[in-house]
């Protein structure tokens, strides 16, 4: 059974960094592309990053573009978000994915396979 568990979440100012990570189980981890996403309160689920088996193909959303970077450990089963110059908007619950999806279609969210089960992350400005 696949299971993703996400840490890293908290509370920070405006300006500040976190890293959240994403620890995979239950099938060989380097074989997927990897994502994240996040969800705002009354707003929809939106893409936020995502690459593939090798750490390639990265894509990023425009909103974090320059702010975040994905990694990936496949050694550790681990991705992981590094979050940095946070602004109040990057408040959500941050959710990490996995699934066989063409670098194209990283941002579908209904192409991915496993999700965990969130890690909120709130800035305060």
């Known amino acids: 059974q696949v299971q993703l568990v996400e840490s890293g979440g908290g509370l920070v100012q405006a300006g500040g960094s976190l890293r959240l990570s994403c620890e995979a189980s239950g099938r060989t981890f380097s074989r997927y592309a990897m994502g994240w996403f996040r969800q705002a309160p009354g707003k929809e689920r939106e893409f936020v990053t995502a690459?593939?088996?090798?750490?390639?193909?990265?894509y990023y959303a425009d909103s974090v573009k320059g702010r975040f970077t994905i990694s990936r450990d496949n050694a550790k089963n681990t991705v992981y978000l590094q979050m940095n110059s946070l602004i109040p908007e990057d408040t959500a619950v941050y959710y990490c994915?996995?699934?066989?999806?063409?670098?194209?279609?990283?941002?579908?969210?209904?192409?991915?396979?496993?999700w965990g089960q969130g890690t909120q992350v709130t800035v305060s400005s």
């Open positions: 994915a996995t699934g066989s999806i063409s670098a194209l279609y990283y941002s579908e969210s209904e192409l991915y396979d496993y």
């Open positions: 690459n593939d088996w090798s750490g390639g193909n990265t």
